[in-house]
């Protein structure tokens, strides 16, 4: 008799601090015995009737499609790429035309494939947010106003317009009527006395058929649509009114996520499935597993306090930064190239290129804070409730996914859009 005790208060001491904890914790989120579980017919008494099982060790929670920053370790690369930049711009701009636009051609990729995957759903924003952009705005704004001084481009192209209107005033002489005198008084039908003023000034100058599009009034020899500067300059100008459409589009939807409720976020971890029903925390919140069984994870929806921020910080940032550039557009535009500050030159995007920098500092620091702690709304300890073959609780504790965790998120985020081709032969939505 002595023998079959002693492995039933084993058996007691293993089970007794497992039960203790599992019915303090419903005793104190008031929880009862009768109430259904995740929308199944199992109810929370029939799942105390068998033993609570241990997780053997933590396991990690990471974020769904779209629910990470941009992972530090991307951060980190991209201040490697720019900082130096920014002070070869403020110094030797010319240096790094070809550095500049390659990494606003970058980052415009980068975010126009995050506006098109996530659809701005505000859950999302932390893939989609357009505050990268500023950098990148101030650096097409130096390459286009700088290059178009240095390159005297606006000249230029007032000289080739005005070449262009000569050589068509020639091609009309060159159809006025033969018997017609080239004189003060000759009058081509159809071209008012001004027009006709200027083609006999063209006569008198060039002679009466030999036009050149040479002039000593050109500011360049080599003609415009020769220099290649000209067609950088376009670029940059097309590269900056699309960084400014991007950032007024994401600023758009920004706002309008601020004006609505606290969105619900997805986090999955590999315990909650398969044949998980329903996740209890130490809070008592109760959260219904959604069962992924292509991704190996089940994953349940948390209050997105994150996402709700970073809406605000999108919003007032983006706004911001349209005002920043619209400063360094005027530095470019009314100061002149001489003047200086403390030695600094002032015809430079300061406001643009300081706060590309600081902003991307706070995407660090946020990325390496987010992919290392839980996301508010949910404790590290927590009762998962499956049904394989009968109701069982397991208990358990999570921990962040770490760098792994976000990169998963932002990349999945990033290019969901692709479907098949991203995600191979099954689709995840």
């Known amino acids: 008799m002595a023998a079959l005790r002693l492995p039933a208060l ?52 990471r974020p769904d499609i779209g629910g990470a920053l941009l992972p530090w370790v991307y951060t980190i690369i991209v201040i490697i790429i720019h900082l130096p930049v920014v002070v070869i711009r403020v110094v030797r701009w010319q240096k790094v035309q070809t550095w500049s636009l390659a990494a606003s051609v970058m980052t415009l990729a980068v975010t126009v494939q995050g506006y098109a995957s996530t659809k ?8 989609w947010t357009p505050l990268l952009l500023i950098i990148d705005a101030g650096s097409m704004a130096q390459v286009l106003f700088l290059i178009i001084e240095d390159r005297k481009l606006l000249s230029r192209l007032r000289y080739a317009l005005r070449s ?38 063209i006569r008198n100058y060039q002679g009466a058929r030999g036009f050149s599009v040479s002039d000593p009034d050109s500011p360049e020899d080599t003609p415009i649509l020769k220099d290649d500067s000209f067609y950088v300059a376009i670029l940059a100008f097309l590269l900056l009114a699309t960084v400014i459409v991007l950032q007024i589009l994401g600023l758009d939807q920004a706002v309008r996520g601020v004006r609505g409720s606290t969105p619900l976020v997805a986090w999955c971890c590999p315990v909650f499935q398969p044949f998980g029903i329903a996740v209890l925390d130490a809070s008592c919140a109760i959260y219904p597993i959604d069962q992924n069984f ?16 970073w809406l605000q910080i999108t919003a007032g940032g983006t706004a911001l930064g349209l005002i920043l550039e619209a400063v360094d557009i005027c530095l470019l535009t009314f100061v002149q190239t001489t003047t200086r500050w403390q030695g600094i030159k002032m015809r430079r995007p300061l406001c643009s290129m300081c706060g590309g920098l600081i902003v ?18 949910i404790s590290d300890q927590i009762w998962v ?34 479907r098949t081709a991203y995600y191979g032969s099954s689709i995840v939505q």
């Not at 000569?166 to 159809?190: I, R």
């Not at 991307?360 to 709304?377: C, E, F, N, Q």
Request: aromatic share 10%; proline share 6%.
């Open 10 to 61: 084993i058996l007691l001491c293993v089970f007794f601090p497992c039960f203790s904890s599992a019915s303090a914790s419903f005793d104190l989120c008031s929880l009862n015995a009768s109430d259904l579980i995740g929308g199944t017919n199992i109810t929370w008494g029939s799942v105390l009737n068998v033993p609570i099982r241990e997780i053997g060790g933590s396991s990690y929670l």
């Open 164 to 201: 262009a209107k000569k050589a068509e005033a020639v091609v009309l002489l060159d159809a006025a009527p033969p018997e017609q005198p080239y004189g003060a008084h000759w009058s081509y039908q159809g071209k008012t006395s001004d027009e006709n003023t200027q083609v006999q000034e």
């Open 294 to 309: 292509v991704k190996g994870v089940g994953c349940i929806l948390v209050p997105g306090v994150r996402q709700k921020t």
């Open 360 to 377: 991307l500092g706070m995407v660090l620091v946020y990325g390496i804070s987010y992919a290392s702690t839980l996301p508010p709304g």
């Open 385 to 418: 409730v499956q049904n394989a073959d009968e109701p069982t609780l397991w208990e358990g504790e999570l921990i962040a996914a770490g760098l792994r965790g976000a990169m998963i998120g932002w990349n999945d985020g990033i290019f969901s859009a692709w």
């Open 120 to 127: 701005f759903v505000p859950e999302r924003v932390l893939t």
